[in-house]
């Protein structure tokens, strides 16, 4: 027995925002809303629902420091067309380069979403793990 990851939660100061854009990024859907006690929160996830391979993203209001450096990063790969192409894309969506003292050597983007949160895009992998 194993367990799979289901959801990543992300605490965030607009849900809003950080849903669109990761929806575009992941070509994702709302998969519903929730409120809180402190706040709301909006569930992503791939198109065919709950319980697929991929897992959901749990966008959570709450007050969230501005500078903060994060624990847990996302990586994504494009799937239908070359890094340059995917990087060109993640710009116009509103990610921006993010340097966290990489070399400029490595074979990898970081970017970060619209609220600061890092994420590397990384070339697209042929044989998925």
């Given amino acids: ?3 799979r990851i289901g959801e990543l939660v992300l605490d965030c100061r607009d849900p809003e925002v950080l849903a669109r854009f990761w929806c575009e990024v992941l070509d994702f859907v709302e998969l519903g ?22 897992p ?8 969230v420091p501005e500078q903060r450096k994060s ?14 192409a995917e990087l060109e894309r993640l710009l116009k ?17 970081v970017l970060a979403d619209p609220e600061g949160n890092a994420f590397c895009l990384l070339k697209a992998r ?4």
Avoid: K, S
Avoid at 33 to 54: D, K, N, T, W
Avoid at 56 to 63: E, H, P, S, V, Y
Avoid at 126 to 129: A, I, K
């Fill in 1 to 3: 027995m194993a367990c």
């Fill in 33 to 54: 809303r929730e409120e809180g006690e402190g706040g709301y929160a909006i569930e992503i996830g791939p198109r065919e629902g709950l319980g697929g391979p991929q």
């Fill in 56 to 63: 959901t993203i749990i966008l959570r209001a709450g007050d």
């Fill in 71 to 84: 624990l847990l990063h996302i990586d994504v790969n494009p799937t239908d067309r070359d890094q340059d």
């Fill in 93 to 109: 969506l509103g990610a921006r380069p993010a340097d966290i003292g990489q070399t400029g050597e490595e074979q990898w983007h």
């Fill in 126 to 129: 042929l044989n998925p793990l």
